[in-house]
């Protein structure tokens, strides 16, 4: 191949097409990083590169562009739900029914837009309005879902088409309307960033899980004498007594049937909400310094590398009987929980266990503590929950609607990420990986739709008709979002961080998402994302069709 050929406009070959996809996803990023007005759009920007190259004439054969696409998605979505999908279950029932509903608000609004605009603008086609309000809320599944049921009905491309041509005009806007309206939210309430990545910060360290460390010197004879079995049954909550110091300054692994007495002192690991039942029941809080007190005990972390431990109860090891230690705490992804016996452990789950060098050495080697295991990818997990999203994503879940090649994963992979040790499957991801998957993922999609919607882009939106699509867009974007954001900050005083995650997942926007995640350095949108995603995927792809349905 002439070497010229691989930088000429109109090639499709494979070569020219890696080179294209390459220059589009390099130069986006590079141009990503400059910030305007201290804002910088990160990845983003692929789009608007990829717009350009398409409009220079720059072209993808239609299969590969569509296969690039669609995988790119589903690697950013499928990454997106095994992050958060330890956390989405929580988080759903302490706000997820309201961000939901917020999301539902949105809709609807959306809806009521285009209907408004239909009967009052004296629109003849229903068809562009509804590409309009796809490409507005950047939601491609609901897009082919019309366009779908248009061709079912007229049996002819022409109003496929025009749909398609209303949602490459609004897109572009889409995604910049979507990230406008996190600014006029922040900017109406005078919200500043940090303050709210402080504010989930501390919420997460009061979550009830979160271990907290406390000295008791024991002061009450009514329980003197009692076990720790017996303490159990007094302090009915969660906790662990990782050492007890008597009276001559002798410090002892506890067990169940160890007794304590006025005078000892106990190491204990419990809920910060739990701390004051230990004050009143046993004594007050004294200062040791347990890590300089002299005594064969150690405390160590150890790391679980082997997967036949993957989903096995804490209580399930046996740890004081088999080997004399204590479990204190089990840090996931960075976050410390209380080693309850009945908490499943996981791939990289991290046990600080207190007891003799000896006993901690046979534990280390029967979990594994071997981090160079870890750096390994789990490929079989990734690409057995791609089939499985696959294949929910295809199936008809009522009135012909189905969850796409997006939502299908999505739900699968916050499935694994909770479920996954049921079915064996290891669901531990490095986070350089997890990364790196997800930003591959969104270049390839962003790349793809660029140059995509960069071929007709000028004609569509350079002509009284495609301008006026390109403002009922941008309304159809930003409106429902102010009116949702004023009412989630407004009314529910919701964290600045969950609002961006529920426009993003509002409007099912990766780049938006990719945006938030990338501004703020916080994993809270990303939540809020696949919170509200997969409802609202549905209800876009009924809207659409429901539209098309009822009024072409």
């Known amino acids: 191949m002439d070497l010229l050929q691989l930088f000429s406009p109109g090639q499709e070959s494979i070569a020219s097409t890696l080179v294209l996809y390459s220059f589009v996803i390099a130069a986006g990023i590079f141009i990503g990083k400059l910030k305007i007005f201290g804002v910088s759009l990160g990845v983003t920007f692929v789009l608007f590169v990829g717009i350009l190259m398409g409009h220079l004439g720059y072209v993808v054969n239609g299969e590969i562009l569509k296969f690039v696409r669609e995988f790119g998605l589903i690697l950013f979505i499928f990454s997106i739900g095994l992050q958060v999908g330890p956390g989405f279950f929580s988080s759903f029932k302490e706000g997820g ?24 603008g004296n629109i003849q086609d229903i068809s562009a309005l509804v590409g309009v309000m796809s490409g507005a809320v950047t939601n491609t599944p609901g897009l082919a879902a019309a366009q779908q049921a248009i061709t079912t009905m007229t049996s002819g491309p022409e109003q496929a088409n025009i749909m398609a041509s209303g949602y490459a005009a609004a897109y572009p806007l889409g995604v910049v309307g979507i990230i406008l309206a996190m600014f006029v939210i922040k900017g109406v309430f005078g919200i500043k960033v940090q303050d709210e990545i402080k504010e989930i910060e501390q919420d997460q360290e009061n979550a009830q899980l979160k271990p907290y460390l406390l000295t008791i010197e024991m002061t009450n004879k009514l329980v003197s004498g009692h076990t720790l079995l017996q303490l159990h049954d007094v302090i009915q909550c969660n906790f662990v007594i990782s050492r007890i110091m008597n009276k001559d300054g002798k410090v002892e692994i506890p067990r169940s049937n160890s007794q304590i007495f006025t005078g000892d002192k106990l190491f204990i690991v419990c809920s910060a909400q739990d701390a004051a039942r230990f ?8 200062e040791v310094d347990w890590e300089s007190t002299p005594t064969p005990v150690y405390s160590r972390r150890i790391v679980i590398t082997k997967s036949e431990y993957n989903g096995v109860a804490l209580g399930s090891l046996r740890l004081h009987n088999g080997y004399k230690l204590n479990a204190t705490r089990v840090n996931r992804a960075g976050v410390d929980l209380l080693a309850s016996p009945n908490l499943r452990l996981q791939m990289g789950d991290r046990i600080t266990v207190v007891g003799n060098l000896e006993d901690i050495e046979r534990l280390a080697q029967r979990l594994g503590n071997s981090m160079k295991r870890l750096n390994q990818p789990n490929l079989i997990t990734i690409f057995v929950g791609i089939i499985l999203g696959i294949v929910l994503g295809s199936i008809n879940i009522g009135f012909g609607m189905k969850l796409g090649l997006a939502g299908g994963p999505l739900v699968v992979a916050i499935l694994l990420s909770r479920f996954g040790y049921k079915a064996k499957l290891v669901t531990y991801t490095s986070s350089s990986a997890s990364l790196l998957l997800r930003e591959l993922g969104i270049c390839l999609f962003l790349a793809s739709v660029g140059i995509a919607a960069g071929k007709g882009f000028a004609d569509a939106v350079f002509n009284p008709t495609g301008m006026w699509w390109v403002i009922w867009g941008f309304i159809i974007t930003v409106v429902p979002l102010i009116v949702v954001g004023l009412i989630a900050r407004g009314r529910y005083k919701i964290n600045y961080l969950t609002i961006m995650g529920l426009f993003s997942g509002g409007c099912t926007d990766p780049p938006a998402l990719a945006y938030a995640n990338n501004s703020t350095g916080n994993d809270a949108p990303a939540v809020a994302y696949s919170t509200v995603y997969p409802l609202t995927m549905f209800l876009r792809v009924v809207a659409a069709q429901a539209l098309i349905l009822c009024l072409a």
């Open 97 to 120: 029914v309201r961000l939901n509903m917020l999301a539902v608000t949105g809709i609807a609004l959306n809806v009521l837009i285009v209907l408004g605009i239909y009967y009052f």
């Open 279 to 286: 004050k009143a029941v046993l004594g007050p809080e004294v």
